[in-house]
């Protein structure tokens, strides 16, 4: 993404973009309390729970008894996420922690938060994009006219809507058929489950699918789908944990209807490569990482979950045709409604 879309998708979240400038000091509060007398790095986990997190939003705020608006203590579940989801991210992470390479991550379940965690092998900043769509991925156009007109006119920029037109237009069927099977992916049956499953984290969308390996073997693969809106980040850490939590409910499946291995895909709303601006200058961008089988990740992840690796694939863009308002492009202004005075 360009910072001409991070400005696009600004103008319309002044107030976010004023949150987030006063977050990094909430980050080092709540840092400076866990480190306590340590330096880095340490043998103990930091991790920062609810009420640790909102005792360091309250002295944020009273260092700043002034400001018009403080910061809330009314969401801090999505406190991180709501941080590095961003471009900005690495601009506004606290350049203390960055320089001692210490970056962090969601923690899910038991009033936890994040957790601060030391860098990656050799990452240059806290939270690096490795899996934004590159220049040369085909651009596939996909059929929207089975869309009422209204719908594609009255298109929202939501994760809800992404997930809606990537169902009911088979776009993971489209990618896992025609793209996939090149990258000696195999699928011979696809079936969607569910949209929104409500897990720690949240899945998008669900599917079950049937893979066959080079040697002819038959893999049961539930497909867990993570749905993001342009100027968005994708957060490895979050499609780990989404299929740690897969592979525990789906581990009460049993004999034939046993699940043998989960399959992360991310589909995106991005700039289509090239846009100038106009009637279309969106594209839905689907990556299909490798499965991980069910007897790998017991063995080598279970307990050490951000180990698991995470490699794209397969992927593609796909253009809407006819286009899809919050797709295809950012949807319109409504326009604002006059007041007729009465006699």
């Known amino acids: ?44 986990r930091l991790v920062v729970d609810r009420s640790m997190l909102e005792a360091a939003i309250r002295e944020r705020n009273s260092r700043h008894s002034s400001e018009k608006k403080s910061l809330s203590t009314g969401n ?19 350049k203390r922690l960055a320089n001692q390479r210490i970056t962090a991550r969601q923690v899910y379940g038991n009033e936890q938060v994040f957790e601060f965690v030391e860098f990656s092998g050799t990452d240059t900043v806290p939270f690096p994009d490795r899996f934004d769509p590159t220049p040369e991925l085909p651009v596939i ?23 809606q037109i990537a169902v009911s237009q088979r776009l993971i069927e489209t990618h896992l058929s ?10 011979e049956t696809l ?27 038959r893999v049961r693969a539930y497909v867990t789908v993570e749905a993001k809106q342009i100027g968005e980040r994708i957060l490895e850490h979050q499609v780990r944990e989404q299929v740690g939590v897969a592979f525990s409910f789906t581990s009460r499946l049993n004999g034939d209807d046993a699940i043998d291995a989960i399959l992360p895909i991310v589909i995106q709303v991005v700039r289509k490569p090239g846009a100038l601006g106009g009637i279309s200058d969106q594209c839905v961008y689907v990556a299909q990482f490798n499965a991980i089988a069910r007897e790998e990740f017991d063995k080598s992840y279970a307990l050490a979950l951000h180990d698991m690796p995470l ?33």
């Open 76 to 94: 801090v579940a999505n406190f991180l996420k709501d941080f590095i989801r961003k471009k900005t991210c690495n601009r506004n992470w606290p």
């Open 141 to 163: 156009r996909f059929e929207s006219l089975s869309i009422p007109l209204e719908a594609r006119k009255l298109g929202r920029q939501d994760e809800p809507w992404l997930i």
């Open 1 to 44: 993404m360009t910072d001409d879309t991070d400005r696009e998708i600004g103008e319309a979240d002044t107030e976010d973009q004023v949150t987030q400038s006063k977050k990094p000091e909430v980050i080092e509060i709540v840092y400076d309390r866990l480190i306590g007398g340590d330096t880095w790095p340490v043998e103990r």
């Open 178 to 187: 025609t793209r996939a099977v090149d990258y000696a992916l195999t699928v």
């Open 191 to 217: 079936a969607h489950l569910q949209v929104s499953v409500k897990t720690q984290p949240e899945i998008d969308a669900t599917f079950i699918a049937v893979l066959r390996t080079p040697e002819g073997e």
């Open 311 to 343: 490699t794209i694939q397969s992927a593609a863009l796909y253009e809407a045709f006819p286009p899809i308002s919050g797709i295809s492009s950012k949807p319109k202004r409504a326009a604002r409604s006059r007041t007729i005075p009465s006699r």
